[in-house]
């Protein structure tokens, strides 16, 4: 199976210039927990609820002040939107990162392919196995 039968076209997206309240709300109001950060129109990192949780200080006080650049992780892996699911698990395995932008060839978002959507597949083509063998 290949990434564009699977990814979900239009991700959610913040700009590296947008508030981390901004990017908080967006990823409760949408119920995600990955967002591709563009500069312009491409993607140059991703910010995760992991990194907001870096913003929680003494007292257990979420501060969400500063930009998404101040928190995004800029190692952003990508792939294609015709790589095979195996070579997404590989990159998010061997990077232990929960999601991959799916990109066109100038860094443009397509779409965003996470663990959970792997994972739902595996386990929905397990089920199918099952059904079939009854």
């Keep these: 199976m290949r990434v564009e039968e699977l990814m979900h076209a239009r991700p959610i997206t913040v700009s590296e210039d947008d508030s981390l309240g901004l990017a908080f709300q967006l990823m409760r109001w949408k119920g995600i927990r990955h967002l591709p950060v563009l500069r312009g129109d491409r993607v140059v990192g991703v910010l995760t609820e992991t990194d907001l949780a870096r913003c929680i200080g003494p007292g257990a006080v979420l501060s969400l002040e500063g930009r998404v ?66």
């Design 69 to 134: 650049r101040d928190r995004m992780s800029t190692d952003v892996q990508t792939v294609g939107p015709h790589a095979s699911l195996a070579d997404v698990a590989a990159v998010l395995v061997t990077n232990r990162i929960g999601c991959v932008p799916v990109v066109d060839a100038a860094m443009r978002p397509l779409a965003i392919v996470t663990d959970t959507d792997i994972l739902s597949y595996v386990a929905q083509c397990s089920v199918d196995a099952r059904a079939r063998s009854h």
